[in-house]
């Protein structure tokens, strides 16, 4: 009741014009900044940081909670029109994003990332404002060998995203995952592979790698093509197709909803909460379909679902945040900064003397994705006319914009040379029919799992025992081992049952035929 | 639909035109401090002002305690649009004709990075420049990505490095050309303290007890990467308290305070801000810290000194340029940081963070730096990580 009546107070904060505006505009801006691929939300809500300064704590925040709604739709954008991920959380969309987009079905795939956006905006919105605390409470029972374990646990969804060659899957994963030791190492201080750039000091960065063999690598792997057969993604089925049918509503309705609270739970805990969520809501999905060899080809539960669950991790990350002052991930670390800088201090008082503030924000949060959905949905016709364009000169837009995106990353060539390099290795992985979702998930998580097992080492003394003394840590190892031998057990029983089954059945046919 | 009945040539040439056009582009703008931020702000500075006659309203209307920023607001909307005519009277003619860029190693939100926003929404405030000045993020590599980068910019004076300790500590555990002598610093700014805290359910209720345990059972510290301040804090206490010490490097220090609370580690360093809302809710308490006098919010908390351990480390952050920028120029910018670092919003962020006024002019900066270094070999040394 309490939670009704501030919630009501804090619609009463967001309704007021000023800060309806703001949600807007940082919407507004948040989506076009965000379709650069260079510049995923973190960028842009640093970027325009400044541009909410001098109004009052509220409105600066909601406008950059704006930004970084629109930042993230923004780049679901570019991930399905054009299979160049803006940032790690949206990997998993170009998958079947993208195949949808080829197939004349981006205006479709957008209506669903902008709806399964909406769902787990709302979703998430709620259960931040009933869970806060308590999940606060979760993420500090979160330590060293609990994050490895999660870490192994998004790792296991390798396999699903091979499309049947596990073993291809897996040299791309540790292909990433050898990307990811570039760079200084955090444990010994020690710098490894870097050949004295210093460029590398810092590591490789995700965006360059992911442009590069996505969108670059497939341009490349196009190249090769006769005219005819890359012009086929041109053909479009009719005007009406450009929006999502009910049907296609109904069909991705609960995998947004699944996704969602996959995402709200993963986002709580600190590190890559948002990119392992989309590939756990993926891999679920994908697990749970009747007919999971449609995914990699254009099913559009593969993008509602995890697109749903990059949206509710961003409400989850909010939880250790705003109660306990440790920001969950890079955008909440910089909306962490902003609160400091309007003097407002993070922690339980923060719900007791600026309660105002905090329901303004939960509430703001709804609106901000009341007005995406308003803003997009219209526009997703415009959007996807991109598609028609003639290859060649999409071929360029893209080409532009990834150099544009990877330069913008330090304003440096560095990037850029690292890009072409990225987008070779693409086309090299595409030739090899290797799959290269594995690889981007590989440097994503590679360094945090590196981490997160050589600080339970040593806290540890040196005992593997860490991992499966520690509760939470063998539950998620023991969810890990049931995800890898499920689709084994699975295949032998109905192997089992087919023998047992199969040898009547076909006597009852052949009798029938006879008969 | 258009039809495309051109040869394969078209293909070609397109593809080539997309490779060559961008790096041309790009070429143009790399030799100059960052167009690419600069832009940014064109917007902003446009934006404001509307938005303000918006947001005014409202501020009377919310019971917010925001009624002084968004007066404040008021005044830095006026002076962007004003395009700003006060020029710090120190500055050479015709300084600065085109915008500043604040270069920081921390990422949105860290400390560098708070310090470069908040001084220049008080050189706005106080309208010191002719020009905009913009931050831009060149994190990595414990700060080696920023000082490589601004060492490679000319020495104008439009590219400006926001500093901390790592300045000292970077370039003897990295493989880099790049050392303290490189830069002409201009002002050392603020002081932060570190703290050592521990979970509010330990037994330990000084830093003596803690050293006592470490001493007989098994204590677990914790902080950031090797190398860095934290981790030498522990190793001097180690070292002087004699026991053996097992310290766990965390990427942030929050990640480091998760882990405290978790049970992983036992004690770890950490500003006060980074855990000030876990000490709020009553997780964590602080035992001592390394400050060379106490710190005026924690009155009651003793130093590493007043405990019978004699080490002395602070966090510092400030501003420096490259070595070859003109004297007057320096001067011009550290008049410049200085005024700013009188404007409210700035002494409010500053009190708001537990943040101390450490001003040295540039030539004594110079010789902490000198001083901090050679420290800071022996330590490194003894610890094994320094580069040969």
Redesign the interface.
């Known amino acids: 009741m309490e939670a009704f009546t501030g919630l009501m107070g804090g619609f009463a904060?967001a309704l007021?014009?000023?800060?309806l505006?703001?949600a807007f505009?940082g919407c507004l801006i948040g989506t076009i900044i965000g379709v650069l691929p260079g510049i995923g939300p973190?960028?842009a809500?640093?970027?325009?940081?400044?541009?909410t300064?001098?109004?009052?704590?509220?409105?600066s925040i909601i406008m950059l909670a704006g930004i970084y709604y629109g930042a993230m739709y923004g780049g679901a954008l570019t991930s399905i029109l054009i299979n160049a991920p803006g940032e790690s959380a949206s990997v998993v969309t170009t998958l079947d994003g993208y195949q949808m987009a080829k197939q004349g079905r981006g205006g479709v795939a957008l209506g669903i990332s902008a709806i399964a956006s909406f769902v787990a905006g709302t979703i998430g919105v709620l259960l931040l404002m009933l869970l806060a605390p308590a999940m606060a409470d979760v993420?500090?029972?979160?330590?060293?060998?609990?994050n490895f374990a999660l870490m192994i646990l998004g790792l296991t969804t390798v396999a699903a995203l091979g499309s049947g060659n596990t073993v291809k899957a897996l040299i791309s994963a540790v292909l990433g995952l050898m990307l990811a030791t570039v760079?200084?190492d955090?444990?010994?201080?020690r710098?490894r592979f870097t050949f004295?750039f210093?460029?590398l000091?810092?590591?490789i960065d995700f965006v360059v790698v992911a442009i590069g063999i996505f969108a670059l690598g497939d341009?490349l792997a196009n190249?090769e093509r006769s005219?005819e057969q890359v012009?086929v993604r041109?053909d479009y089925g009719g005007f009406r197709n450009l929006w999502p049918s009910w049907q296609d509503i109904r069909q991705t309705f609960f995998p947004m909803l699944r996704g969602t609270f996959i995402g709200f739970f993963a986002g709580v805990l600190?590190g890559a909460g948002a990119t392992i969520s989309s590939f756990l809501s993926y891999i679920v999905e994908k697990r749970v379909s009747k007919t999971p060899e449609r995914f990699g080809k254009g099913a559009p539960e593969g993008v509602a679902g995890p697109e749903a669950a990059n949206n509710a991790a961003t409400a989850g990350a909010m939880a250790p945040m705003l109660?306990?002052?440790?920001?969950g991930s890079?955008t909440t670390?910089?909306?962490?900064?902003?609160l400091?800088?309007?003097?407002l201090?993070?922690?339980?008082?923060?719900f007791i003397q600026?309660a105002?503030?905090v329901w303004g924000l939960f509430a703001s949060m709804y609106v901000g994705n009341v007005m995406l959905l308003i803003l997009n949905l219209p526009l997703v016709g415009v959007f996807a006319q991109v598609v028609?364009l003639?290859?060649?000169?999409l071929?360029?837009v893209i080409?532009?914009f990834s150099?544009?995106g990877a330069?913008?990353l330090?304003?440096?060539?560095f990037e850029?040379y690292l890009l072409f390099i990225f987008g070779i290795v693409g086309y090299v992985l595409s030739k090899a029919s290797i799959p290269a979702a594995p690889l981007a998930l590989g440097l994503v998580l590679g360094p945090l799992m590196e981490?997160a097992f050589r600080?339970?080492l040593?806290?540890s003394?040196g005992s593997y025992l860490v991992f499966v003394q520690r509760p939470i840590s063998l539950g998620i190892l023991v969810l890990a081992l049931c995800f890898m031998a499920l689709p084994t057990l699975l295949g032998l029983y109905t192997k089992r049952r087919e023998q047992r089954q199969g040898p009547a059945g076909t006597a009852e046919m052949l009798g029938e035929r006879k008969g | 639909?258009?039809s495309?009945q051109?040869s394969?040539k078209?293909?070609v040439l397109?593809?080539i035109?997309?490779?060559i056009?961008?790096?041309i582009a790009?070429?143009g703008?790399?030799p100059e401090t960052?167009t690419?931020?600069a832009q940014?702000?064109a917007?902003?500075a446009a934006?404001?002002p509307a938005?303000?006659t918006?947001?005014s309203?409202?501020?009377s209307?919310?019971?917010?305690?925001?009624a002084s920023?968004?007066g404040?607001?008021?005044t830095?909307?006026a002076s962007a649009s004003g395009a700003g005519t006060t020029v710090a009277a120190s500055c050479p003619e015709g300084f600065p004709n085109k915008p500043i860029t604040f270069v920081t190693w921390s990422?949105?939100?860290?400390g560098g990075?708070?310090l470069g926003?908040?001084m220049?929404?008080a050189i706005e405030n106080q309208n010191l420049l002719s020009q905009p000045v913009v931050?831009?993020?060149?994190?990595?590599?414990?700060g080696?990505?920023g000082m490589?980068?601004v060492v490679q910019q000319p020495a104008n004076g439009y590219t400006v490095l926001i500093v901390t300790k790592n300045l000292t500590l970077t370039p003897l555990?990295?493989?880099?050309d790049t050392d303290y002598q490189d830069f002409k610093p201009i002002q050392r700014t603020q002081l932060e303290p570190f703290f050592v805290a521990v979970r509010t359910d330990s037994p330990w209720n000084s830093l003596k007890d803690l050293v006592a345990a470490a001493k007989t059972e098994?204590v677990?510290f914790g902080g950031a990467?090797?190398?860095?301040t934290d981790n030498m804090m522990f190793s001097l206490l180690a070292d002087k308290a004699g026991f053996e010490l097992?310290?766990?490097?965390?990427?942030s220090g929050?990640?480091a305070?998760?882990?405290l609370?978790?049970?992983?580690?036992d004690a770890i360093s950490a500003s006060p801000?980074?855990?000030?809302?876990?000490v709020?809710?009553g997780?964590l308490k602080f035992l001592a810290t390394p400050s060379a006098q106490r710190v005026p919010d924690f009155p009651d908390l003793p130093t590493f000194k007043d405990e019978g351990f004699d080490i002395t480390l602070e966090q510092w952050r400030g501003f420096v340029y490259h070595k070859d920028v003109p004297d007057e120029i320096v001067e011009c910018m550290d008049t410049v940081l200085r005024q700013a670092s009188q404007d409210p919003s700035f002494q409010?962020?500053m009190e708001?963070?537990g943040l101390a006024n450490g001003y040295l002019p540039g030539d004594e900066f110079y010789a902490l730096l000198e001083k901090e270094t050679n420290e800071n070999r022996a330590f490194l040394e003894e610890a094994g990580?320094l580069n040969q």
């Open positions: 904060v007021q014009p000023a800060n505006l703001a505009i973190v960028s809500v640093a970027l325009l940081l400044p541009l300064f001098g109004q009052p704590a509220v409105t993420a500090l029972s979160f330590g060293p060998a609990e760079g200084i955090a444990v010994s201080g710098t004295g210093v460029e000091l810092g590591g341009i190249v005219r012009n041109i600190p109660v306990l002052g440790i920001p890079a670390a910089v909306i962490y900064g902003a400091l800088m309007f003097g201090r993070p922690g339980p008082t923060l600026n105002d503030f028609r003639p290859y060649p000169i071929t360029f080409v532009l150099v544009l330069f913008g330090n304003n440096s060539l850029v981490r600080q339970s040593i806290a003394r | 639909m258009i495309w051109h394969w078209r293909l397109a593809s035109l997309a490779l056009m961008p790096i790009a070429c703008s790399a960052s690419a931020p940014s702000t917007p902003a934006a404001s938005q303000n918006e947001a309203p409202a501020a209307v919310a019971a917010e305690p925001a920023a968004s404040q607001g008021t830095a909307a990422n949105p939100g860290g990075d708070v926003r908040a220049i929404t931050i831009e993020n060149r994190a990595g590599g414990s080696a990505v490589a980068h555990t990295q493989n880099l098994n677990t990467f090797a190398g860095s097992t310290y766990v490097p965390f990427e929050g990640e305070a998760t882990a609370v978790g049970g992983t580690v801000q980074e855990v000030a809302a876990l709020d809710a997780k409010k962020y708001e963070s990580l």
